[in-house]
């Protein structure tokens, strides 16, 4: 980091840490190579050569487990790569080097070598023979491999057949050993497949584009509305999607046209036929698979006069769905498209956008529906897009943007850019916020689709460039979060809750973790976070659940009243309420009406006050604490008051449970007859002896008492001359600022199940928390998993012990006095350690 200014350089950021990365990584220093790529892929949006960069910096560390999964990470996030597909096919797991194998084998301007290598798993993962053909200037030119046992027979089929033996070429570019090839150019004229056989075995085959199928046989027909469904396979679901249909076409005035796109599914097919002749169903049979696109604009001819919905076949309509979106249509005459809220619609979902659920029970879907219905009513919310899965569309619209385009193959996207047109000439496209509808969704996506996708995604990039910016500032801004809070405000959880309260900040992580901590079959936790700054309370239910849009302004007495009424509705086992004095009394007062209550000592925020009350040392050479640092943790009136709600909610019984050690001293010191409960229990471990090379600290938010101290440690270590590299891991409010020094890296945002093995990879001999008062119970559990010595702030005064190795600070001194202290103890483990290595060498 050190002489590089692009390191600090806020605009080219991101091109200095791939540079540094992959520097490191030449010089076979990995584990500098892991520290520069790991932030390269926490602080910005990671490509998949990021990803794969801090991979190969992982397995050179020795990091096997981080490596595998950033390869499949980079594969998931882009299986079109070449380089990501290189890696995977050496790297990767038995099925995704056969996937990346499919991937290169189909890639016409893959490398010759790396094509014999994937040719080599595709053999090994059971391929016959593979046949690789495009039409270039009315001839069809490839290549075929098979393998070098078997003498196949190449056979085209025109008007008429023809077969002939395929000779190895023995100097072809792509044989190697076990296998033959030779290279192939056939006249385009009339052929229609071609094939490797032996005998009356086919070993691999090419067939050219479908033609178009003939035009229907039928005249169009008018209607006011048509319900157009391709169908493939599920017999079960399209049963019911179509059943679901036809019960609400009366209402709706509609007519159903089901396209059946080459179903395999006999069971499906019949069924079709049955209820076609019943004449609830127009049915269309495509010759071959043409993919939703091509199926919808099969259809479209026959649907003349009036609007359209795109339904997929995995959908559950409620009923009255289409009749409520055929009058929403009509709300302004620029409306040209409608998608419903779904449990698996994009950004249309519910409870959360962008986060699938399951598919809900057929009566769960109708009281969703109505539960839209009453909440936001005829409320149309404009979208950048709308979605495939149910896609109202105007005459007006269709006959401005004319069919799908069918650009994207057999799906996904073709949807997205029929309605950035349709906006192009001046339709909205909106979400009818009244409107709920099931659907399925893919239970699976594998290694073909994301190809399929990635490959769409490209070309809707390069057609609609600016699309996934005004995509990503509508996630950000979020307009469709009140109508799904009017949702949730009427539809209380039915589950049996426990309620958990704290302030956002340290305290909310803190909650958030222990929700992620409730076992599987206690009752779910509901997060009640509130947030000083709007004097708003959010309601957040477990893993996706509802509530995920809730909140209340308890500003006045009315918001107040109401986030109690809708608390009161709840079947609350218990409440949890994480001591903070940032929570209004208003809210506290509620709280032990609704169940009973335990609170939380998560941290020592509303017992310590900042130790320089003037903002600065008045001592700052003496090794001591100032009397004005001193000061700052006397006891005060203010304390007092500060603790007051508190004593009071212990002296009605509510246990006090700490989170770690120092909570649970001063715990005892101020509520002496309060019922409290233990700590969590740590096993006893002796932490190294010797380090001093890499002090790890831990920094999950971001403050300005926490940067002060990093850049006091920064700087003692660099009056020193000391090599100590500091790691935080987590967030700075001043990233930047707090790496200038040259000798601090931070990583960004770190998951609590990632933290132990983040610490290993970046060699930490050493940990400290960034905050004197918050997280002392993460540097204890952290530090016992780990078995490293750690430094941190003593508000026992001594009373309680620290392992020798570690060492307990006064929380008294300043940050300049903390950090010398910080730099003797890491000088002196360091020390140890030579004198260690000097007597080894003697002996």
């Known amino acids: 980091m050190d002489g590089d200014s692009l390191f600090i350089d806020r605009a080219d950021h991101g091109e200095a840490l791939a540079r540094l990365a992959a520097e490191h990584l030449r010089r076979g220093d990995f584990a500098s190579a892991f520290r520069f790529a790991d932030r390269l892929c926490r602080v910005g949006q990671a490509s998949a050569i990021d990803i794969l960069l801090r991979s190969e910096a992982a397995r050179g560390a020795g990091f096997e487990d981080l490596a595998d999964a950033d390869l499949a990470r980079a594969f998931d996030l882009d299986p079109t790569h070449r380089t990501v597909l290189r890696f995977v096919l050496q790297r990767g797991g038995r099925q995704e080097k056969l996937a990346s194998a499919r991937a290169l084998i189909d890639d016409p301007a893959c490398d010759p070598d790396l094509l014999r290598v994937a040719l080599a798993e595709a053999f090994t993962g059971g391929a016959k023979a593979v046949l690789n053909l495009r039409p270039v200037a009315g001839r069809l030119r490839g290549w075929a491999v098979w393998r070098a046992e078997d003498q196949p027979d190449l056979l085209e089929l025109r008007d008429e057949s023809a077969a002939a033996p395929l000779a190895a070429d023995p100097l072809h570019v792509l044989r190697q050993d076990g296998l033959d090839a030779a290279d192939l150019s056939l006249d385009a004229t ?11 075995r086919e070993i691999a ?21 048509w319900i157009v469904v391709p169908v493939y396979e599920d017999f079960e679901a399209t049963r019911a999607c179509l059943m679901a249909t036809m019960a609400q076409l009366d209402d709706a ?15 499906l097919s019949g069924w079709l036929d049955i209820t076609a002749a019943t004449g609830r169903l127009e049915l269309i049979r495509n010759p071959v698979n043409l993919g939703f696109a091509a199926s919808v604009n099969r259809a479209l001819p026959q649907c003349r006069g009036g609007d359209v919905i795109l339904l997929n076949a995995d959908t559950l309509p409620p009923p009255g769905a289409f009749a409520r979106l055929a009058a929403l249509s009509r709300a302004a005459p620029d409306v040209g498209a409608l998608t419903p809220w779904s449990n698996n619609g994009e950004t249309c979902s519910f409870p959360a956008p962008n986060a699938s659920a399951p598919m809900p029970r057929e009566s769960e879907i109708a009281r969703l529906d109505a539960l839209a219905r009453k909440a936001n009513g005829d409320l149309l919310i404009d979208l950048p897009n709308g979605i495939g899965f149910c896609l109202y569309i105007t005459r007006a619209c269709l006959d401005a943007v004319g069919p799908l385009p069918e650009i994207y193959g057999r799906g996904y996207y073709e949807d997205v850019e029929f309605c950035l047109r349709a906006r192009e000439k001046g339709f909205r496209i909106v979400c ?27 070309v809707l990039r390069t057609r609609f460039p600016h699309h996934e910016a005004e995509c990503a500032a509508f996630l950000r801004a979020d307009p469709l979060r009140a109508a799904r809070g009017a949702m949730e405000r009427l539809d209380a959880p039915r589950r049996p809750l426990r309620l958990i309260v704290a302030a956002l900040g340290a305290c909310a992580i803190e909650a958030q973790a222990e929700a992620r901590g409730f076992a599987p079959d206690a009752p779910k936790p509901l997060l009640c976070l509130y947030d000083p700054m709007r004097q708003t309370v959010a309601l957040r239910g477990p893993q996706g659940r509802t509530p995920q849009s809730l909140e209340f302004d308890l500003s006045d007495a009315r918001g107040v009243a109401a986030l109690g009424k809708w608390l009161f509705r709840l079947r609350l086992t218990g409440i949890t309420l994480f001591f903070s004095t940032a929570l209004p009394e208003a809210l506290v007062a509620m709280l032990p009406a609704l169940g009973e209550m335990e609170l939380v000592i998560a941290d020592l925020e509303w017992f310590a006050r900042p130790p320089r009350p003037d903002g600065g040392c008045a001592q700052p050479l003496d090794a001591i604490p100032c009397p004005s640092c001193a000061h700052a943790l006397s006891d005060s009136r203010d304390t007092a008051d500060r603790l007051r709600t508190w004593q009071d909610a212990a002296r009605h019984g509510a246990p006090l449970r700490p989170l770690d050690r120092m909570g649970a001293f001063v715990a005892q010191r101020l509520f002496p007859e309060a019922r ?30 926490a940067d002060s101290l990093i850049l006091a440690l920064a700087q003692a270590l660099r009056r020193r001359g000391d090599p100590v590299l500091l790691v935080v891991f987590g967030v700075c409010l001043d990233e930047f600022a707090a790496m200038a020094p040259g000798n601090v890296l931070a990583t ?3 998951g609590d199940d990632e933290l132990a093995r983040l610490v290993q990879a970046h060699d930490v001999t050493e ?7 918050r997280f002392l119970g993460r540097l204890d559990a952290l530090a016992a998993a780990s078995g490293l010595a750690r430094a941190g702030f003593d508000w026992s005064s001594g009373a309680l012990p620290f392992h020798e190795a570690d060492l307990a600070l006064d929380p008294r001194l300043c940050d300049r006095k903390a950090a010398e202290c910080v730099a003797d103890w890491l000088q002196s483990r360091r020390a140890v350690d030579l004198r260690a290595a000097a007597k080894d060498e003697s002996a």
């Not at 471990?685 to 938010?701: D, Q």
Request: include cysteine.
């Open 767 to 773: 940990l400290m928390s960034c905050s004197r008062t």
């Open 432 to 458: 009818a916020a009244g409107v709920y509808v099931g659907h399925a969704g893919a239970l699976s996506f594998g290694a073909d689709k994301r190809r399929l996708v990635t490959r769409n995604m490209q």
């Open 205 to 225: 085959c090419w067939s050219s584009a479908p033609p178009p199928p003939p035009p229907l046989d039928r005249a169009p027909e008018t209607a006011k509305l």
């Open 253 to 267: 005035r509609a007519r159903l046209v089901v396209v059946d796109d080459a179903t395999p599914n006999a069971a």
């Open 190 to 200: 009339g052929l229609r497949r071609v094939a490797l056989g032996i005998g009356d």
């Open 676 to 705: 409290r409960l233990p700590p969590p229990d740590l096993a006893a471990f002796a932490p190294n002896a010797t380090g001093g090379l890499v002090l790890g600290l831990l920094s999950p938010l971001p403050d300005a008492g």
């Open 748 to 750: 960004g945002p770190v």
